[in-house]
Every structure is written in structure tokens, then in C-alpha cells.
């Protein structure tokens, strides 16, 4: 940490422009964050020119005066880490919501400040070392249960270490020394961590085991790597919301970070009243007892929309570092990026492509690479899987943000308006989405789910494309025209979207779909369309193997909780039909 | 109060101001002319050597000898009960002859955010009559749901039809109305005035007119001006408000003209870079809050320059709103009224506001049925105009024709016409029925057993 307040020298303001205020006589240092004005609002220098120092203000500016005093805390961005992190909702600068409600209404009015973990609860700590330990940096002193899920205390990542001397269980607040170290350090359950410095680790891992979503077009055909990165670029409209609190609900990590960037405050509402609602399907609790929020919203100061993915990743990176798997998704990233720019056109710098910094594709990277499946200093491993939606103007992917994040991230699930307006949802286009994964991850699903799995994917995305091919012809002669060979492909096809690719998420069952589930489901249609050739070659015509009703049912299969029954009947019912047929 | 007489330069709508003692930013500015008149203006950027003045009215008569008068304080909007029934200029004036508005309240006009934590998630059905929005577009109370048109397009026949017919059934409270007009033209403004008469809706509306001829920059006021007094009867005296703004498209030039003064660097199609964070503070300004009566429901019009969705005014809208309804100039030559194509169109809580409990347990299933029978039997269309209607199979030709009845019964009924939900679905159900059975994956067997039109008439006979 920087030095204190006393070398924090006092300044005073000059000019007021927006969310951007400029002062003088500041000794400051680049992030440094100040109190501006009479009413002590938070601010973060951003440039420091001549004597002027420049400061992004994260709260409404209206009515301050050049004159009025500036203090530097000498302190850089933080938030705080430690019990009392899940459950919270947070703003974009980690100021509790609903504390702010108590503090100041309905609105969110200005200069109010309020800690982002309680300083007064009490926390149940055992330690898991005892006196005479030697502990380092990053080290898990003991634990504290703090909603289902087990908080782990640890050595702050700059600390030397040492031995401990003395370390005590019982019932202690955040701030209350809980370990001290033979050369007199004292340990608190509570680090503050600076947003802008990634946390470190020992060691990144290679991303060889899938982050399960129970999204069938997401876990069957594109799926992301723990630790991995993945955008969702979408025009309005397409369920991109939709889909990434599907991913939110279902995907196999432990803790949940939401960053509600520049979103909505109705949709911010529905996930804020959603998730405490929502049941683990795993544990039985609410969802929320393993999540954390952060909402700032559109018309939320634009500074703080700046600096919100920065905490919701530190606060990521620090569950990581307790070892657990962490899936964080920022809705959405353009707007951080618009955000950016805003700041940069008050700075009056020399923009770049579209009016955004030309440091845009810097920042976005940096971001995006303190994703990862890391061995943490304390050698548990751990990881952060990155969901970062793109919101692309008027649709068009060749715009600056679009084109920066897909440089960068492995995973791309083409959202598709299109698709949407034919109520195909998740409206994921399968033609132009893709993931990188795949390779790394085959191994997986050969021993996980079935080494006849990997095959099967090929063939369903070989069917899809052929499909593709075949609609152009098919839109140019009429699909009568088409071989008997090709009718029955088309049809294979839409069996694959309208069973398998669509998925409802409103339905109770269909909403997760577990992977062995999916296996089943692409193995059933896979059955129809052998059968369906086998028929073929024994002379069938494509309206008959078409008019095969049993295979009707197979979309019912996604609304059925206890499936198997009636998949082994739907299969017995369409091979009797084409037995039927072949006797015919 | 100091009055300065120090004025460097102006620049189209803005002055700027030399040599002044501390000035607040955004602080509310008078100026008086020679001839005594007072025009009100805003700080827009302050600093020890200039401060820069967006004024919200004609800069003519503005000259070196124009006092500057900073009042000290952000602008404040007067509140009061007795604003029903009112028609105020769009700086929040009294035009209609009555007195003043007696103000219980000065609020400020920029409003501050709702704490996401301190709202309520919308959940209460709207009836608006138009089966289009009703069936396939529901609107709930809280949300904004802007209507994309374009000019020539019917829009402001919507618009007052939904005002007109908005409920929610069951529930007897009724709704406030604040209509703010930016820029639109006089005849436009009194269709509006008149319908509003007619219906008796102006007892329970506050009117704000910025017309065409009136200065531009008062736009950038206008719908702040709206929304505090939205605010007001929604949160403070418990009133359900349906806002209407209209048009979104003259405010965001007004922003443009702004900008360029300021000699900003400019955004896609010059338009400024900040105009999605000015925009969320306009529609944001809707919402429910938690154990509060009140609710405030947005309506904003938007024309498309050339017919473009991807224009940044509906671009850039569509990222805020919770939704759009489009209207459409296909559907409009084909002389279909309400001519709204429901596929680009959307509302986003629909789901919160729609099913058992709220409207009915079929409506989600019928509504996506539709949807994509629709969509399938539109591309359809395409098709045919290359290969013919022979060329296409039985199956095809059934959606093919499915889309024409659609849009002949569905999107088609009478500018005075008010569906109730259940009449919006059972129609829905009729269209379906002329499809087979087995084409309706979408919606599961008991739904179609309870509702298809052949079950209910074996229930029946």
C-alpha cells in the first residue's frame, strides 16, 4: 500500500466538466483516489499534467464550485475482501445497495459512503493452523462457514509470512486481529486489495475441463474451459440477458460474480429479486448464498460503470484464491468500454477508432487475461471463467469493442436476432459461434461422458452445416427438388435445432440439462437418422422415413424430469415403425 | 444576486462567460437581455477563467451587454397536485391561461437513480387493447417500451390508443398521463390536445409542449421536466403514470447541436459520445420502487431516420428500453392497422407480467407459437416471389398462408377497438387451429387440450 494520509497534500478544484473536475496544488499519484468538494465525493485521478491533477468523479457533480478543497487519501482504488462478501449487492465501487437504501431513500442521492463488508458482524473463525506453523503468503489460516459456502481466512498475498505465534478460534469482526506472527504482524480476516493489480498466483493451468452450463447448445457444442473466456456479442434483443443469467443459475462453479454494467435497473431488479429466490439445484439453498452482485446501472454515475468490472474481477479472483471455481459475467462490456471513451472525450485526448481510446484494446486485455485455471500461492487450485457480453451497435461485429474482445477470447457464442424473432432460443447461432476449447477439452468428454460423445458432436455439426448448404439450394428450386437423400438430411436438421438446440428456459425441467442427458437426446436422433438411412437404401421414400410419428415425441423429452422410460419407448416405437415400413 | 457582464463569446446556444467567482457546474443561470427579458440557461463546464452557459432558449438578443445572473442553486422543478389537467410549455411554463402552478415541492429535474436495490421487478399486466402488444408484446407496469416509427407511419394513433385503453384488469386505479411533445409540429399537437379532450383524458394529464418552432435546446429540459413531475405523482402521491415522449429524434439532434457548439469530438454520425449515458438518464426514470404506490411506465416515440433500425437513436434506445414496439410501413401500405410487424418488435418483462396469475397460463406457449409460425410463414414470402406458391410443399403453403391470416386478423383491428387478453388469445388460438396439430411443438399437449379450438368444442358438444 501507498503511504498515508499525511503525505496526501490538500488541493483545490478548477474546473468542473461532468463526471471529469481538474485541481491544483494535488500531490497525487496516477489512481490515487480523492475526496472532491465540500461534500467529500469519491473520485480517481486519471492524469496528472503540469501542476494539474485530473479526477473522474465516481458521483453526480452538479453544483460544485471551482475553489472548493480536494484531499488525497493517498490510497489507491480498493475493495474489501472477506467474510461477508457473498450475498451483497454492490455498486460500482463496492457500496452496498441495500445499505445505501437505509442511508439515503429510494434514490441513490450523493456523498454518502458506506464500507462494502459490516465492520460490526461477528464471524464464527476456526483456524485450520496452529501456533509454531509456518505460513506464506497466500496461506489458509482457518475458516469461517459464511453462507453455505466455506469462507477460507488466508494470509494476505503481500504479507512475508513467518511463524505464527499465536492464532485463536471463536467469534471476531472483520477488523479484529485473528493471528499474529512471530515478528509481530497481525492478521485480520479483512485484506483491502487495490481493483487494478491482479491478484497473484503460483502457476496458470491449462483449460482441460469444461465449465458445465446445462445449456445444450453451450456444454454440447461450444463449450467454454474453466478459467476460460468467452463474449457474447448480440444485437439488442436477441436474449443475450437471458442467456447469461442462464449461466449465472446453472454453470458448475462455486461462486457466482454478476456485474450488471451499464444495464437496465428493471432486469438489475429481476436478477436482484431472482437469485435470492432461486434454489441450488445441488445444495437446496438460494442461489444467492454463493453470489455477488454488483449493479450500476445505466444512469449510475459513469465513472463508477469504469471501475465496476474491476472490482467484480477482484472480488472473483479472491474466492479463486480459496480455491474454488469462480464464473464471473460483466453485462456488458461495451458499456464499460462506452464508458471509457466518455471519460477519455473529457480528457480531451486524441481518440481512437470510433471515438474510443486508442488504449481500448489494452484495457479489454487485461482484463480478460486475469481470467484463468491457476494454482493459487497456496498451491489449491482454482479458476475464474470469464462471460463477457458485447453489445455491437446496429448489430455490426466489425466495430471496435467486438473486434478487440473476439482478438482475445477463446469462446464465441453468436447471439442471432434472427433467431429470436423465430422464438429459437437460446437464439445462439450454431453457423458463426465457436470455441477454441474443443481440443483441450476432448479428453474430458471422452472419459466423463462417453468417448462416443466427441463423434457425435462432429456428426451433429456436419449435419447443421450440410443443412446450411442445402437451404440455399432449397430457397433457390424448392426443397422438392432436392435427392431423397438431402429431404431426409433437412429433416435430421431441424430435429437437431427444434430438439436439441432449442431449450426453454422458463420450463422447469428443460431449463438445466445435464450432460448426460444431452448425450442421450443427440444419440436418439442420431438413432432416427441411421434408421432413417438404412430405410432409405431398402428403397423408403423421404416422405415415408419423414412421417415416422414416433420421432415426434422426441421433443417432449426435454419437458420430461425422469426421461429415460419414455426415450427407451420413443426408440423402441421408431424402430417397430420402420420395421413396420420395411415389411410394408 | 452578482450580475456579470462579462460574456467572451457565443456560440450558437452556448455563452461563455469570462471572470467570474466560483460558479457551481450545472447551476441554473439567468440572463438578462437589454430590453429586460430573462432567458434561462445551464452551466455546462466551470473553471476559475471561463464558464460555459447551454442556454435553453433563443441566444437572439444575447449580446456583451446581457447580464449573467448564477443563481446558486440546480434547476428545480415546481410539483404540485394541481398540475393535472395542465398544458405547460416545454420549459414548464403555464400556457393554457390557468395560473400558476402552485408548487407543494421543488424538485431537481435531473433525478437521481433508483437504488436497483430499493425497486420492485414489474409484474402488473397492462391492457392495452392492441392485441399486437398485448398478446405478443406484453407491456407491464414499470417498464419503458419505446414505439420505433418512422415518418408517415401511424405512430401517434398508437400511442394515444394505449393511452386511451391502458389497465390493468381488475385493479380500479387509474392512470395519470404526462405527455411531453419535443419538437413535434403544431397540428400534430393539437391531434393529440383534442383526443385528449375528447376522452376527458386531459383532466388526469400533464401536457409539456416544446413545439417545432419553439427553441431547440428546451428539448434537452423538456422530458427532465416530464419525468420529475412523473416522478412526483408516481412516488409522492401514489398515481400509476403513463409517460409518453415524443419525439426521442428531435431531442437527440438537440443533443447533437449541443455538442457540435461545444465543438466536441463526435460519435457515430456525429452524434455526441456520451448520448447512451444522457438517454439512461431519461428512460432509466421508470420503475417501481419497493412499498412505494406509485409506478412510472414509459412510452418514448422515436421516428427511424430512413426507416434504420441501426441509426444510434434506436440503436442506442434499444440498449436502455425494455424493448420497442415497431411499427411498420409494410403492414401500413397493405392498409393494416395497427401496423405493427411483431418480429423485430419485443418487450423484454413480458414474461414477468404475463401467465398464470396475471393473464393467462397459455399465453407464453401461444405467443411464441405464433411468433415463429409467423416468422417461418414471412420468409416464406421471399420464397414464393422466386419460385412461385406451386414450388412449395403442403406444409409451406399452409404457413404461407397462416402469415397473411395473421396479419389480416391479429395485427389488423379498429383504432377504437379495445381486445380484452382473453379475446387477444382465444384469437390466437383460432389462428393456430388452421395449422395441423403436430406443428405446434412449441406449446405442451395439456395446453392444447385445454385451449385448441377442436378440444373445446369436443368439451363443449
Given at each position: 500500500m501507498k503511504k498515508g494520509k499525511e503525505n496526501g497534500a490538500q488541493g483545490a478544484l478548477k474546473r468542473i466538466s461532468g463526471p471529469v473536475v481538474t485541481a491544483v496544488g494535488l500531490d497525487a499519484h496516477m489512481y490515487d483516489v480523492v475526496k472532491v468538494g465540500n461534500e467529500e465525493l469519491m473520485g480517481e485521478v486519471i492524469k496528472i499534467q503540469g501542476e494539474n491533477t485530473i479526477i473522474q468523479v465516481y458521483e453526480d457533480t452538479a453544483g460544485i464550485r471551482p475553489g472548493e478543497p480536494v484531499e488525497n487519501t493517498g490510497l489507491s482504488l480498493a475493495v474489501e475482501l472477506g467474510p461477508g462478501l457473498l450475498t451483497s449487492i454492490y455498486d460500482g465501487i463496492q457500496r452496498p445497495l441495500e445499505v445505501l437504501v437505509d442511508k439515503m431513500g429510494n434514490f441513490i442521492e450523493r456523498g454518502v459512503s458506506a464500507p462494502g463488508l459490516s465492520h460490526e458482524k461477528k464471524w464464527e473463525f476456526v483456524p485450520t493452523m496452529k501456533a509454531g506453523d509456518d505460513v506464506k503468503a497466500g496461506d489458509i489460516l482457518g475458516t469461517v462457514q459464511e453462507t453455505n459456502i466455506v469462507h477460507k481466512v488466508m494470509v494476505p498475498p503481500r504479507s512475508k509470512g513467518g511463524k505464527i505465534k499465536k492464532i485463536s478460534g471463536g467469534s471476531f469482526t472483520v477488523d479484529e486481529t485473528i493471528c499474529v506472527l512471530e515478528d509481530g504482524t497481525e492478521i485480520a480476516m479483512l485484506q483491502r486489495w487495490p481493483v487494478r493489480v491482479p491478484r497473484p498466483v503460483r502457476e496458470k493451468l491449462n483449460p482441460d475441463i469444461p465449465l458445465i452450463t446445462g445449456q445444450r447448445i453451450l456444454d454440447g457444442l461450444f463449450p467454454i474451459a474453466k478459467g476460460g473466456t468467452a463474449a457474447i456479442p448480440g444485437p439488442f434483443g436477441s436474449g443475450?440477458?437471458?442467456?447469461?443469467?442462464?449461466?449465472?443459475?446453472?454453470?458448475?462453479?462455486?461462486?457466482?460474480?454478476?456485474?450488471?454494467?451499464?444495464?437496465?435497473?428493471?432486469?438489475?431488479?429481476?436478477?436482484?429479486?431472482?437469485?435470492?429466490?432461486?434454489?441450488?439445484?445441488?445444495?437446496?439453498?438460494?442461489?444467492?448464498?454463493?453470489?455477488?452482485?454488483?449493479?450500476?446501472?445505466?444512469?449510475?454515475?459513469?465513472?463508477?460503470?469504469?471501475?465496476?468490472?474491476?472490482?467484480?474481477?477482484?472480488?472473483?479472483?479472491?474466492?479463486?484464491?480459496?480455491?474454488?471455481?469462480?464464473?464471473?459475467?460483466?453485462?456488458?462490456?461495451?458499456?464499460?468500454?462506452?464508458?471509457?471513451?466518455?471519460?477519455?472525450?473529457?480528457?480531451?485526448?486524441?481518440?481512437?477508432?470510433?471515438?474510443?481510446?486508442?488504449?481500448?484494446?489494452?484495457?479489454?486485455?487485461?482484463?480478460?487475461?486475469?481470467?484463468?485455471?491457476?494454482?493459487?500461492?497456496?498451491?489449491?487450485?482454482?479458476?475464474?471463467?470469464?462471460?463477457?457480453?458485447?453489445?455491437?451497435?446496429?448489430?455490426?461485429?466489425?466495430?471496435?469493442?467486438?473486434?478487440?474482445?473476439?482478438?482475445?477470447?477463446?469462446?464465441?457464442?453468436?447471439?442471432?436476432?434472427?433467431?429470436?424473432?423465430?422464438?429459437?432460443?437460446?437464439?445462439?447461432?450454431?453457423?458463426?459461434?465457436?470455441?477454441?476449447?474443443?481440443?483441450?477439452?476432448?479428453?474430458?468428454?471422452?472419459?466423463?461422458?462417453?468417448?462416443?460423445?466427441?463423434?457425435?458432436?462432429?456428426?451433429?455439426?456436419?449435419?447443421?452445416?450440410?443443412?446450411?448448404?442445402?437451404q440455399e439450394i432449397v430457397q433457390l428450386v424448392g426443397s422438392d427438388a432436392l435427392p431423397d437423400e438431402e429431404q431426409v438430411t433437412i429433416e435430421v436438421a431441424r430435429m437437431i435445432r427444434e430438439i436439441f438446440l432449442q431449450q426453454n428456459a422458463y420450463d422447469a425441467v428443460d431449463t438445466f440439462c445435464p450432460m448426460s442427458k444431452q448425450y442421450d437426446m443427440m444419440k436418439a436422433i442420431k438413432h432416427y437418422a441411421d434408421l432413417a438411412r438404412t430405410a432409405q437404401v431398402g428403397g423408403a421414400t423421404p416422405q415415408q422415413v419423414v412421417g415416422i410419428k414416433s420421432k415426434n415425441e422426441l421433443v417432449q423429452i426435454k419437458f420430461t424430469k425422469d426421461y429415460e422410460p419414455a426415450l427407451d419407448k420413443i426408440r423402441k416405437d421408431m424402430e417397430a415403425e420402420f420395421d413396420a415400413m420395411r415389411a410394408a | 444576486m452578482k450580475e456579470y457582464r462579462t460574456i467572451a463569446q457565443i456560440a450558437g446556444p452556448l455563452v461563455f462567460v469570462e471572470k467570474t467567482e466560483p460558479v457551481g457546474y450545472s447551476e441554473l443561470v439567468n440572463i438578462v437581455t437589454a430590453d429586460g427579458t430573462i432567458k434561462r440557461g445551464q452551466v455546462l463546464d466551470t473553471s476559475d477563467e471561463i464558464v460555459v452557459v447551454q442556454v435553453f432558449e433563443t441566444t437572439a438578443g444575447i449580446g456583451r451587454d446581457s447580464g449573467i445572473r448564477?443563481?446558486?442553486?440546480?434547476?428545480?422543478?415546481?410539483?404540485?397536485?394541481?398540475?393535472?389537467?395542465?398544458?405547460?410549455?416545454?420549459?414548464?411554463?403555464?400556457?393554457?391561461?390557468?395560473?400558476?402552478?402552485?408548487?407543494?415541492?421543488?424538485?431537481?429535474?435531473?433525478?437521481?437513480?433508483?437504488?436497483?436495490?430499493?425497486?420492485?421487478?414489474?409484474?402488473?399486466?397492462?391492457?392495452?387493447?392492441?392485441?399486437?402488444?398485448?398478446?405478443?408484446?406484453?407491456?407491464?407496469?414499470?417498464?419503458?417500451?419505446?414505439?420505433?416509427?418512422?415518418?408517415?407511419?401511424?405512430?401517434?394513433?398508437?400511442?394515444?390508443?394505449?393511452?386511451?385503453?391502458?389497465?390493468?384488469?381488475?385493479?380500479?386505479?387509474?392512470?395519470?398521463?404526462?405527455?411531453?411533445?419535443?419538437?413535434?409540429?403544431?397540428?400534430?399537437?393539437?391531434?393529440?390536445?383534442?383526443?385528449?379532450?375528447?376522452?376527458?383524458?386531459?383532466?388526469?394529464?400533464?401536457?409539456?409542449?416544446?413545439?417545432?418552432?419553439?427553441?431547440?435546446?428546451?428539448?434537452?429540459?423538456?422530458?427532465?421536466?416530464?419525468?420529475?413531475?412523473?416522478?412526483?405523482?408516481?412516488?409522492?402521491?401514489?398515481?400509476?403514470?403513463?409517460?409518453?415522449?415524443?419525439?426521442?429524434?428531435?431531442?437527440?439532434?438537440?443533443?447533437?447541436?449541443?455538442?457540435?457548439?461545444?465543438?466536441?469530438?463526435?460519435?457515430?454520425?456525429?452524434?455526441?459520445?456520451?448520448?447512451?449515458?444522457?438517454?439512461?438518464?431519461?428512460?432509466?426514470?421508470?420503475?417501481?420502487?419497493?412499498?412505494?404506490?406509485?409506478?412510472?411506465?414509459?412510452?418514448?416515440?422515436?421516428?427511424?431516420?430512413?426507416?434504420?433500425?441501426?441509426?444510434?437513436?434506436?440503436?442506442?434506445?434499444?440498449?436502455?428500453?425494455?424493448?420497442?414496439?415497431?411499427?411498420?410501413?409494410?403492414?401500413?401500405?397493405?392498409?393494416?392497422?395497427?401496423?405493427?410487424?411483431?418480429?423485430?418488435?419485443?418487450?423484454?418483462?413480458?414474461?414477468?407480467?404475463?401467465?398464470?396469475?396475471?393473464?393467462?397460463?397459455?399465453?407464453?406457449?401461444?405467443?411464441?407459437?405464433?411468433?415463429?409460425?409467423?416468422?417461418?410463414?414471412?420468409?416464406?414470402?421471399?420464397?414464393?416471389?422466386?419460385?412461385?406458391?406451386?414450388?412449395?410443399?403442403?406444409?409451406?403453403?399452409?404457413?404461407?398462408?397462416?402469415?397473411?391470416?395473421?396479419?389480416?386478423?391479429?395485427?389488423?383491428?379498429?383504432?377504437?377497438?379495445?381486445?380484452?387478453?382473453?379475446?387477444?388469445?382465444?384469437?390466437?388460438?383460432?389462428?393456430?387451429?388452421?395449422?395441423?396439430?403436430?406443428?405446434?411443438?412449441?406449446?405442451?399437449?395439456?395446453?392444447?387440450?385445454?385451449?385448441?379450438?377442436?378440444?373445446?368444442?369436443?368439451?363443449?358438444?
Open positions: 443475450k440477458t437471458v442467456t447469461q443469467q442462464q449461466l449465472a443459475k446453472w454453470s458448475d462453479a462455486e461462486i457466482v460474480v454478476y456485474i450488471g454494467c451499464g444495464e437496465r435497473g428493471n432486469e438489475m431488479t429481476e436478477v436482484l429479486t431472482e437469485f435470492p429466490e432461486l434454489e441450488d439445484p445441488k445444495t437446496g439453498r438460494p442461489l444467492m448464498e454463493r453470489t455477488v452482485l454488483i449493479a450500476n446501472t445505466s444512469n449510475m454515475p459513469v465513472a463508477a460503470r469504469e471501475a465496476s468490472v474491476y472490482t467484480g474481477i477482484t472480488i472473483a479472483e479472491y474466492f479463486r484464491d480459496m480455491g474454488y471455481d469462480v464464473s464471473l459475467m460483466a453485462d456488458s462490456t461495451s458499456r464499460w468500454a462506452e464508458a471509457m471513451r466518455e471519460i477519455s472525450s473529457r480528457l480531451e485526448e486524441m481518440p481512437g477508432e470510433e471515438g474510443y481510446p486508442a488504449y481500448l484494446a489494452a484495457r479489454l486485455s487485461e482484463f480478460y487475461e486475469r481470467a484463468g485455471r491457476v494454482v493459487n500461492l497456496n498451491e489449491t487450485s482454482g479458476s475464474v471463467s470469464v462471460i463477457g457480453a458485447v453489445s455491437p451497435p446496429g448489430g455490426d461485429f466489425s466495430e471496435p469493442v467486438t473486434q478487440n474482445t473476439l482478438r482475445i477470447v477463446k469462446v464465441f457464442w453468436a447471439l442471432d436476432a434472427k433467431l429470436s424473432q423465430r422464438r429459437h432460443f437460446p437464439a445462439i447461432n450454431w453457423l458463426n459461434s465457436y470455441s477454441l476449447y474443443l481440443d483441450a477439452l476432448n479428453e474430458w468428454y471422452d472419459r466423463e461422458v462417453s468417448p462416443e460423445w466427441n463423434p457425435l458432436r462432429s456428426w451433429a455439426m456436419g449435419v447443421l452445416q450440410k443443412e446450411a448448404e442445402l | 448564477f443563481t446558486g442553486e440546480t434547476i428545480k422543478m415546481p410539483v404540485g397536485k394541481d398540475m393535472l389537467g395542465r398544458i405547460l410549455s416545454g420549459g414548464g411554463k403555464p400556457i393554457d391561461g390557468g395560473p400558476e402552478i402552485v408548487p407543494e415541492k421543488r424538485l431537481e429535474t435531473t433525478g437521481a437513480a433508483i437504488n436497483p436495490y430499493a425497486r420492485a421487478p414489474p409484474a402488473d399486466f397492462i391492457q392495452t387493447g392492441i392485441s399486437t402488444i398485448d398478446g405478443t408484446n406484453t407491456l407491464v407496469r414499470g417498464q419503458k417500451l419505446p414505439i420505433f416509427s418512422a415518418s408517415g407511419l401511424p405512430h401517434n394513433d398508437v400511442a394515444l390508443q394505449i393511452a386511451r385503453q391502458a389497465k390493468v384488469p381488475g385493479s380500479t386505479e387509474e392512470f395519470a398521463v404526462v405527455f411531453a411533445a419535443m419538437g413535434i409540429t403544431r397540428e400534430e399537437a393539437n391531434y393529440f390536445m383534442a383526443d385528449f379532450e375528447k376522452t376527458g383524458a386531459l383532466e388526469r394529464a400533464v401536457v409539456f409542449l416544446n413545439l417545432a418552432d419553439d427553441p431547440a435546446v428546451e428539448r434537452i429540459i423538456t422530458p427532465r421536466l416530464a419525468l420529475t413531475t412523473a416522478e412526483y405523482l408516481a412516488f409522492d402521491l401514489g398515481y400509476h403514470v403513463l409517460v409518453i415522449l415524443t419525439d426521442m429524434t428531435n431531442y437527440c439532434e438537440a443533443l447533437r447541436q449541443i455538442g457540435a457548439a461545444r465543438e466536441e469530438v463526435p460519435g457515430r454520425r456525429g452524434y455526441p459520445g456520451y448520448m447512451y449515458t444522457d438517454l439512461a438518464s431519461i428512460y432509466e426514470r421508470a420503475g417501481i420502487i419497493k412499498g412505494v404506490k406509485g409506478s412510472v411506465t414509459q412510452i418514448p416515440i422515436l421516428t427511424m431516420p430512413g426507416d434504420d433500425i441501426t441509426h444510434p437513436i434506436p440503436d442506442l434506445t434499444g440498449y436502455i428500453t425494455e424493448g420497442q414496439i415497431v411499427v411498420n410501413r409494410e403492414l401500413h401500405r397493405k392498409g393494416i392497422y395497427a401496423p405493427i410487424n411483431v418480429l423485430p418488435s419485443l418487450s423484454r418483462l413480458m414474461n414477468l407480467g404475463i401467465g398464470k396469475g396475471h393473464t393467462r397460463e397459455d399465453h407464453k406457449k401461444v405467443s411464441d407459437q405464433l411468433y415463429a409460425a409467423y416468422a417461418e410463414g414471412n420468409d416464406l414470402r421471399g420464397l414464393v416471389a422466386i419460385v412461385g406458391k406451386d414450388a412449395l410443399s403442403d406444409r409451406d403453403r399452409m404457413f404461407l398462408e397462416f402469415a397473411d391470416l395473421f396479419e389480416d386478423r391479429f395485427v389488423r383491428q379498429g383504432l377504437y377497438e379495445d381486445r380484452s387478453i382473453e379475446e387477444t388469445l382465444d384469437l390466437g388460438w383460432d389462428l393456430l387451429a388452421t395449422l395441423p396439430e403436430e406443428q405446434l411443438v412449441r406449446i405442451d399437449r395439456e395446453l392444447i387440450q385445454k385451449y385448441h379450438p377442436k378440444y373445446r368444442k369436443q368439451a363443449q358438444g
